[in-house]
């Protein structure tokens, strides 16, 4: 008799869960997650990519209810994102070319990630019984090796700004900045004058900018800091303690940084996708070949697990091995070193 009971109120849970609309659920997970702090970028994340798998929903002619989220849905959306998604459709600054179709697996799962994370939390909290994404597995992804500049690429890149205009100079200082900092892009562009400190020679970056939601110390250069000092002197006519800034004295955006970088990328004559984190990628990689420490390097990038530095040690250990090979390498003792030109005719 209590089994049955037992029955009845799992199935009544089941039914009340199918019935309840996909808005309120998120609304109730939206809420949670402002109440723990998250970052507003992590926010619009979440509401951006719940806002995309309504819309398949609506597509598909399926209602907004938990009914129809089923494993079976899911995986047809990641489908849906892989092979028949426009990637960049919609964006304001994006060209017709680079709208291919199909999003890659990285992009993929990235989005399902917010709906992971929202129905998981769900069904911690007790508004739902199960878990649609709990089956649901990630799609693989090929490993893919970081990309790096070389300090040539670098110097080519810092020549490119007209630093006699006020735009050009505010790219060059943030380059540098970018370079010396080993900094995320929206850590720079939100930088106050009071982040600042010339005399320590330190940056803050605030726990409400950082990643982590951690604060942390980033220290930089004297003539980076002089760089930055002479910015917020140009400035003085904005009234605005923001450091990075339009012509106009309006905040310079992520978007308008990243078109701006590949004009100078154009105007230098470099080939290679050129996007703001790849000057934290090539600053880590270069501070380990230059013999920094690697928990060093952890404290300055922010990250506290060391796995992520890994791929900067790969990385930077590549020059030491090539060092290593054509110093040792056997063939040296069979055919010996190529110590004379070589021959062009016989």
């Not at 209590?2 to 039914?15: Q, S, T």
């Not at 509401?47 to 995309?52: I, L, M, T, W």
Request: with cysteine; aromatic share 8%.
């Amino acid at each position: 008799m209590d089994g049955r009971v037992g029955k009845r109120v799992k199935n009544d849970r089941a039914a009340q869960d199918s019935a309840k609309p996909l808005a309120h659920l998120f609304d109730v997970f939206y809420n949670a997650k402002v109440a723990e702090g998250r970052s507003r970028r992590t926010l619009e994340m979440y509401r951006e990519n719940f806002a995309a798998f309504c819309a398949y929903l609506d597509d598909c002619g399926l209602e907004r209810s938990l009914t129809a989220v089923t494993p079976d849905v899911l995986r047809s959306y990641m489908a849906w994102m892989a092979q028949g998604r426009r990637k960049w459709e919609g964006h304001a600054h994006k060209h017709e070319r680079n709208m291919t179709v199909g999003l890659s697996p990285v992009t993929v799962n990235t989005r399902m990630k917010s709906l992971r994370t929202m129905f998981k939390f769900l069904e911690d909290d007790g508004q739902i019984s199960n878990d649609p994404c709990a089956k649901v597995r990630k799609m693989k992804e090929p490993e893919k090796e970081t990309e790096i500049l070389t300090v040539d690429e670098l110097q080519r890149l810092l020549k490119a700004p007209d630093q006699r205009t006020y735009a050009g100079f505010r790219d060059y200082v943030a380059m540098n900045v970018l370079i010396d900092g080993f900094f995320r892009i929206n850590e720079v562009l939100t930088l106050r004058t009071g982040d600042v400190d010339l005399h320590t020679g330190m940056v803050t970056v605030k726990e409400t900018v950082a990643k982590s939601r951690k604060a942390r110390y980033v220290p930089l250069q004297k003539r980076t800091l002089r760089l930055l000092r002479d910015l917020i002197d140009e400035n003085a006519d904005f009234e605005t303690d923001a450091i990075f800034l339009t012509n106009y004295g309006g905040a310079l955006t992520d978007d308008q940084f990243r078109n701006r970088l590949k004009e100078h990328a154009e105007r230098s004559g470099l080939t290679v996708n050129i996007y703001p984190h790849l000057f934290r990628h090539t600053s880590a990689t270069l501070f380990l070949e230059n013999g920094g420490s690697e928990r060093y390097l952890a404290e300055i990038l922010g990250h506290a697990d060391m796995r992520m530095i890994m791929r900067y040690t790969h990385l930077s250990r590549r020059k030491s091995v090539k060092d290593q090979h054509d110093q040792y390498s056997p063939i040296n003792d069979v055919v010996g070193k190529l110590a004379r030109e070589r021959k062009t005719r016989r």
